[in-house]
């Protein structure tokens, strides 16, 4: 298979940049977070997005999805990272979906893709209990409860969980804290009165919430795959959902580097265009160097998912590595080639910077990928 | 089954009954390559029968056209004959500058007569070729070269001298920059001309390096006759006359994007997979960590980037054969893998320790870790530097203001 967008993927692409670029500019996501919009989001613009067939961008034609694939989220993602959209598309359309329709019983199909697919259901994954990603590591609770569980436990970080209908939630069922059998996957109603969500806005002005469980009874039917073996389940979502950051930094990284090297074609200082410094133009060089190796990493781990989603866990890995790194230099070379400008909250660069390091820290960053690669080959 | 399945189907028979097994050992280091040429001697049985198998078949230059002794394939059926080969981990029938440099530029600027005499040869595997660029003043600034060249109506008259002419003493021809006007501003009195090695008053130096041993020449040029055809009108001069630069620009386009493919982690010697190399060499912890964190973190990372770095081979070739030519991003890949490939020898060098630190009785021992770690330094100055790469990818690529 050729890495590179087939003709429907390109006509995505331009699609969603021209829709983006119009109607959810980084001025839109500036009106959000001025706003204080409690959600996080433009609740009409996803409405929208719904409506082009973006929520249900991976689901199945059968659903009601547009079927187009872990590529075709992926160049949403990105194109998103570009303006940096905030929307729920990242914790429904792509964990959510992935959740359930690979997953899911054909009940849960039928009664959550749909609803995922045409934007009115919200969707989170429940996964990290602590500030750094160790997915393996769960000590929320279900115990067994006459013919279920009662689940019991807290999450940190759980994106887009403020608002979201439904929870995904990693529990143990069996085995200790770092056992990675024995941990359960539940579906559960967010609203439900033993769940306590405290709002915790994030540094890049998007929000996630922390949860509190207590004693919420759940049966066989809140199962999302199977009892104890809910790991496998948890590393097939987490894979589509690095793959996608990756895409969405990778966009991010782009996106700031657009932006740096037309200020270093227009600003002079010392009379002269500052793009002639060779200081600048070698760091700029290598940039974009590392760019291009990021949207081939990128590209890579979302044809696999689509073609064979279960051996593209350490693809996905290193492209959630590759895309990190990058969109971490990127970011940070965007502040300092602008000078003092850079710094301010004005000026859009920062926010590029801000974006990139909550989702270099969502699902794992650089450092923990690289440990769990080497971890993979033997060393 | 679509034609390119059945190119798939066909090609994978073809290489389980062709290839033979010794020449499946993923084994691609320069030492073990059929390089060609006439003082070239098949280094076993089975190389030979490799070789012989390709040529029949066109595989030696599988997309050159089959009147050049090509395969004529398309893009898509080539990157399924890499695939394949790659899959039984197949060494390459016939490597050659002639194939990976100069056949190209002279698809792209030479007369029809030409390059039947030439790429023929060049896919049979008789002629190999060197390249001569660089002087000892014309290095990075390589169109300030001064190698003098004379019209002397029936041929050229050949004065100066080239460096780090890589394999000039056991090629057979040389593919050459030289001056055709001094007059002129530097880039357009530059010719590019063909000579046969053998030809009087053309004499080669090998030079020695830090790594006790290297390809790199001196060649000398003491009024060298060069004919102006040989035979009918197969010319010596490629393009025209005081406009070499187009040629060698091209040319060196595919040079970068060769020197860019060289698997750069994996290197000229070393093991498939660094980390378990390491681990092998230094031990791991109780939890099968390698025994040293900050290496281990270092390994991880430079495989991120090594395979990173292949993909963007294979995207990029893919992106040009659907079109969008590589260009001035082939120096993208020449800076990558060139300081890819010097982080590897560095890595193994420090898994090493004064293990790897130790020489021989005679020397730095050919094909040692530090004789490949010393002569790797040179990747990331042969071919244009890395400054000069980034110079590149800034002006032509980021479009950024000269100074």
């Given at each position: 298979?050729?890495?590179?967008?087939?003709?429907?993927?390109?006509?995505l692409?331009?699609?969603?940049?021209?829709?983006l670029?119009?109607?959810?500019?980084?001025?839109?996501?500036?009106?959000?977070?001025?706003s204080?919009?409690?959600?996080?989001?433009?609740r009409?613009?996803?409405?929208?997005?719904?409506?082009?067939?973006?929520?249900?961008?991976?689901?199945?034609?059968?659903?009601?999805g547009?079927?187009?694939?872990?590529v075709?989220?992926?160049?949403?993602?990105?194109?998103?990272?570009r303006?940096?959209?905030?929307?729920p598309?990242?914790?429904?359309s792509?964990l959510?979906?992935?959740?359930?329709?690979?997953?899911?019983?054909a009940?849960?199909?039928?009664?959550?893709?749909?609803?995922?697919c045409?934007?009115s259901t919200?969707?989170?994954?429940?996964?990290?209990?602590?500030?750094?990603?160790?997915?393996?590591?769960?000590?929320?609770?279900?115990?067994?409860?006459?013919?279920?569980?009662?689940?019991s436990g807290?999450?940190?970080?759980v994106?887009?969980?403020?608002?979201?209908?439904?929870?995904?939630?990693?529990?143990?069922?069996?085995?200790d804290?770092?056992?990675?059998?024995g941990?359960?996957?539940?579906?559960?109603?967010?609203?439900?009165?033993e769940?306590?969500?405290?709002?915790t806005p994030?540094?890049?002005?998007?929000?996630?919430?922390?949860?509190?469980?207590?004693?919420?009874?759940?049966t066989g039917?809140?199962?999302?795959?199977?009892?104890?073996?809910?790991?496998?389940?948890?590393?097939?979502?987490?894979?589509?959902g690095?793959?996608?950051?990756?895409?969405?930094?990778?966009?991010?990284?782009?996106?700031?580097?657009?932006i740096?090297t037309?200020?270093?074609?227009?600003?002079?200082?010392f009379?002269?265009k500052?793009?002639?410094?060779?200081?600048?133009?070698?760091?700029?060089?290598?940039?974009?160097?590392?760019?291009?190796?990021?949207k081939?990493?990128?590209?890579?781990?979302?044809?696999l998912?689509?073609?064979?989603?279960?051996?593209?866990?350490?693809?996905?890995?290193?492209?959630?590595?590759?895309?990190?790194m990058?969109?971490?230099?990127?970011?940070?070379?965007?502040?300092?080639?602008h000078?003092g400008?850079g710094?301010?909250?004005?000026?859009?660069?920062g926010?590029y910077?801000?974006?990139?390091?909550v989702?270099?820290?969502?699902?794992?960053?650089?450092?923990?990928?690289?440990?769990?690669?080497?971890?993979?080959?033997?060393? | 089954?679509?034609?390119?399945?059945?190119?798939?189907?066909?090609?994978?028979?073809?290489?389980?009954?062709?290839?033979p097994?010794?020449?499946?050992?993923g084994?691609?280091?320069?030492?073990?390559?059929?390089?060609?040429?006439?003082?070239?001697?098949?280094?076993?049985?089975?190389?030979?029968?490799?070789?012989?198998?390709?040529l029949?078949?066109?595989?030696?230059?599988?997309?050159?056209?089959?009147?050049?002794g090509?395969?004529?394939?398309?893009?898509?059926?080539?990157?399924?004959?890499t695939?394949?080969?790659?899959?039984?981990?197949?060494?390459?029938?016939?490597?050659?500058f002639?194939?990976?440099m100069?056949?190209?530029?002279?698809?792209?600027?030479?007369?029809?007569?030409?390059?039947?005499?030439?790429?023929?040869?060049?896919?049979?595997?008789?002629?190999?070729?060197?390249?001569?660029?660089?002087?000892?003043?014309?290095?990075?600034?390589?169109?300030?070269?001064?190698?003098?060249?004379?019209?002397?109506?029936d041929?050229?008259?050949?004065n100066?001298?080239?460096i780090?002419?890589?394999?000039?003493?056991?090629?057979?021809?040389?593919?050459?920059?030289?001056?055709?006007?001094?007059?002129?501003p530097?880039?357009?009195?530059?010719?590019f001309?063909?000579?046969?090695?053998?030809?009087?008053?053309?004499?080669?130096?090998?030079i020695i390096?830090?790594?006790?041993?290297?390809?790199?020449?001196?060649?000398?040029?003491?009024?060298v006759?060069?004919?102006?055809?040989?035979?009918?009108?197969?010319?010596?001069?490629?393009?025209?006359?005081?406009?070499?630069?187009?040629v060698?620009?091209?040319l060196l386009?595919?040079?970068?994007?060769?020197?860019?493919?060289?698997?750069?982690?994996r290197?000229?010697?070393?093991?498939e997979n660094?980390?378990?190399?390491?681990?092998?060499?230094?031990?791991?912890?109780?939890?099968?960590r390698l025994?040293?964190?900050s290496?281990?973190?270092?390994?991880?990372?430079?495989?991120i980037?090594d395979?990173?770095?292949?993909?963007?081979?294979?995207?990029?070739?893919?992106?040009?054969?659907?079109g969008?030519?590589?260009?001035?991003?082939?120096?993208?890949?020449?800076?990558?893998?060139?300081?890819?490939?010097?982080?590897?020898s560095?890595?193994r060098m420090?898994?090493?320790g004064?293990?790897?630190?130790?020489?021989?009785?005679d020397?730095?021992?050919?094909?040692?870790l530090?004789?490949?770690w010393?002569?790797?330094r040179?990747?990331?100055i042969?071919?244009?530097?890395?400054e000069?790469?980034?110079?590149?990818?800034?002006?032509?690529?980021?479009?950024?203001?000269?100074?």
């Open positions: 298979m050729s890495l590179i967008l087939t003709e429907e993927q390109e006509m692409q331009d699609a969603a940049n021209g829709f670029a119009e109607n959810a500019p980084v001025a839109a996501f500036r009106e959000v977070r001025d204080k919009n409690p959600d996080g989001f433009c009409d613009l996803w409405k929208e997005m719904a409506n082009m067939g973006w929520a249900g961008i991976i689901v199945e034609e059968e659903f009601g547009s079927e187009f694939g872990y075709g989220a992926g160049v949403l993602a990105e194109q998103m990272g303006n940096l959209t905030a929307s598309f990242f914790s429904t792509v959510g979906a992935t959740a359930v329709q690979r997953y899911g019983t009940k849960q199909k039928e009664q959550h893709l749909g609803s995922i045409d934007g919200l969707f989170a994954l429940a996964v990290d209990e602590g500030p750094r990603h160790r997915p393996e590591h769960i000590e929320f609770a279900a115990t067994p409860h006459g013919n279920g569980y009662k689940l807290a999450k940190t970080f994106a887009d969980g403020h608002v979201a209908d439904k929870l995904i939630i990693a529990a143990r069922t069996s085995g804290a770092n056992d990675p059998s941990i359960t996957l539940f579906l559960v109603d967010a609203n439900a009165a769940i306590e969500r405290t709002h994030m540094i890049d002005s998007r929000s996630a919430a922390n949860i509190k469980v207590d004693g919420l009874e759940v039917d809140d199962i999302l795959g199977e009892v104890d073996g809910g790991y496998e389940a948890l590393e097939g979502i987490l894979s589509a690095r793959a996608v950051l990756g895409a969405e930094m990778s966009g991010s990284s782009q996106q700031a580097f657009s740096t037309d200020y270093l074609k227009e600003r002079e200082q009379g002269q500052i793009g002639s410094f060779q200081g600048l133009q070698h760091r700029a060089a290598h940039l974009a160097t590392e760019i291009e190796m990021t081939s990493a990128v590209l890579k781990s979302l044809q998912l689509d073609d064979d989603f279960e051996s593209a866990s350490a693809t996905c890995s290193m492209a959630k590595a590759k895309s990190g990058t969109a971490q230099l990127s970011t940070q070379e965007a502040i300092q080639m000078g400008i710094v301010t909250d004005e000026y859009d660069v926010l910077f801000k974006r990139v390091h989702a270099q820290q969502m699902f794992g960053d650089a450092g923990f990928h690289a440990d769990r690669l080497a971890k993979r080959s033997g060393y | 089954m679509s034609d390119l399945e059945q190119f798939r189907a066909e090609t994978r028979a073809w290489l389980a009954e062709n290839c097994e010794e020449m499946r050992d084994d691609i280091t320069a030492e073990n390559q059929c390089w060609g040429g006439r003082q070239w001697e098949f280094q076993s049985d089975a190389q030979k029968r490799w070789f012989e198998a390709a029949a078949k066109g595989y030696t230059v599988p997309t050159w056209p089959k009147e050049y090509g395969a004529g394939l398309s893009a898509d059926e080539a990157k399924i004959l695939e394949e080969r790659d899959r039984i981990n197949a060494r390459k029938p016939l490597s050659n002639g194939i990976s100069l056949g190209p530029a002279l698809l792209a600027f030479g007369t029809h007569e030409q390059k039947l005499m030439h790429l023929g040869a060049i896919a049979r595997g008789e002629i190999r070729w060197c390249q001569g660029y660089s002087e000892p003043g014309a290095g990075s600034d390589l169109a300030s070269l001064k190698t003098k060249c004379e019209d002397k109506g041929h050229w008259l050949i100066g001298q080239k780090w002419t890589s394999n000039a003493d056991i090629s057979d021809w040389i593919f050459c920059l030289v001056r055709t006007d001094f007059d002129a530097k880039h357009k009195g530059i010719t001309i063909l000579m046969d090695m053998a030809s009087e008053g053309i004499s080669v130096k090998p390096l830090i790594s006790g041993h290297s390809p790199f020449c001196e060649t000398f040029f003491d009024d006759k060069v004919p102006k055809a040989y035979g009918d009108d197969n010319l010596s001069v490629v393009g025209e006359v005081n406009r070499g630069w187009d060698a620009k091209n386009v595919h040079e970068r994007g060769m020197l860019g493919t060289m698997s750069p982690l290197g000229a010697t070393g093991p660094l980390g378990g190399y390491a681990a092998g060499e230094i031990g791991v912890d109780a939890t099968g025994d040293d964190p290496l281990r973190q270092k390994i991880a990372q430079a495989e980037d395979w990173a770095y292949n993909l963007t081979v294979e995207r990029l070739n893919d992106e040009a054969n659907a969008n030519g590589l260009g001035a991003k082939s120096s993208m890949l020449k800076y990558a893998a060139s300081e890819l490939t010097k982080k590897g560095q890595l420090d898994i090493g004064t293990d790897a630190a130790t020489i021989g009785p020397g730095i021992e050919y094909g040692s530090a004789n490949t010393l002569y790797n040179a990747y990331s042969l071919g244009g530097t890395t000069v790469q980034l110079n590149i990818i800034s002006k032509r690529v980021l479009e950024l203001p000269s100074a």
